[in-house]
């Protein structure tokens, strides 16, 4: 008798289990794990083998996909990934989305990008930490601008975050940040220096002192950027950032 494969719709709670067991799996960030917590924006299915939990896969429906529903998550136990297709299919056929947008150090993820999607592409390149660095260009220091209760209070809910400034011999050249919208522990670092002091290694330096202050408040720096950014991909690289995957975007093949 053939398996019953099966979709349902299901609650953000009912699939948490799952989505634990891809974040343990993953040991890195999930560049879409806030869409989960924004009312309205994700509409989440249990993915299902003879009434039995096989996974989960979430479109996201709301925010910058309205109008545009996209598959952003799918996951599979490890003993029903022989029958990851059908699943798949089953996912799409219940959520219907057009779009996908998935995180390519996932690999079952890439796999189905690559068997389901049309004119598929990377959006973002996804970075980890992976060493520490000791730059420190002459005049420069990097101070806070967000009071440390805010930060604290951002890391603890989840949403927001932290801004830091870099003065280069008193005057402002450059800001930057952390965001904490992502599956704990993970901390989003961001940076932008102003034209005309690019090119003197204080990208690099403030990265690098962003990803110091991320540690010190219990949190693991992280980073993404645009594909074709080659400058921000190099600074990310000297401050000891190291590439993990990509976000994979395209449609979905009728």
């Not at 967000?146 to 927001?160: C, F, H, I, S, W």
């Not at 801004?163 to 011999?169: A, F, I, K, P, R």
Request: aromatic share 8%; with cysteine; glycine share 10%.
């Amino acid at each position: 008798m053939a398996e019953a494969i099966a979709a349902r719709p299901s609650s953000a709670a009912e699939i948490l289990p799952l989505r634990t067991r891809l974040r343990q799996e993953m040991g890195g960030q999930i560049v879409h794990d806030s869409i989960h917590r924004r009312e309205g924006w994700a509409s989440s299915y249990l993915l299902e083998l003879d009434g039995a939990a096989a996974g989960f896969g979430s479109v996201a429906i709301g925010g910058p996909w309205k109008g545009s529903p996209t598959v952003f998550e799918f996951y599979v136990l490890p003993e029903h990934r022989t029958r990851a297709f059908a699943l798949f299919e089953a996912l799409i056929g219940a959520g219907r989305p057009s779009f996908l947008e998935l995180q390519s150090n996932v690999p079952l993820q890439t796999e189905m990008a690559l068997c389901y999607g049309r004119d598929v592409t990377s959006e973002k390149v996804v970075f980890r930490d992976g060493a520490t660095t000791t730059h420190r260009p002459r005049g420069a220091v990097v101070s806070p601008v967000t009071p440390p209760e805010e930060v604290r209070a951002a890391l603890e809910q989840r949403q927001g975050g932290g801004e830091w400034v870099l003065e280069l011999d008193g005057a402002k050249v450059a800001s930057g940040g952390i965001l904490f919208h992502y599956n704990r522990p993970y901390g989003d670092v961001y940076m932008e220096v102003a034209e005309p002091f690019r090119n003197r290694g204080l990208g690099t330096y403030l990265v690098q002192e962003l990803k110091r202050a991320c540690y010190a408040l219990g949190a693991v720096p992280c980073a993404r950027c645009n594909t074709d950014n080659v400058a921000s991909r190099r600074t990310l690289q000297r401050a000891g950032f190291v590439p993990v995957g990509h976000i994979l975007i395209g449609a979905l093949s009728a």
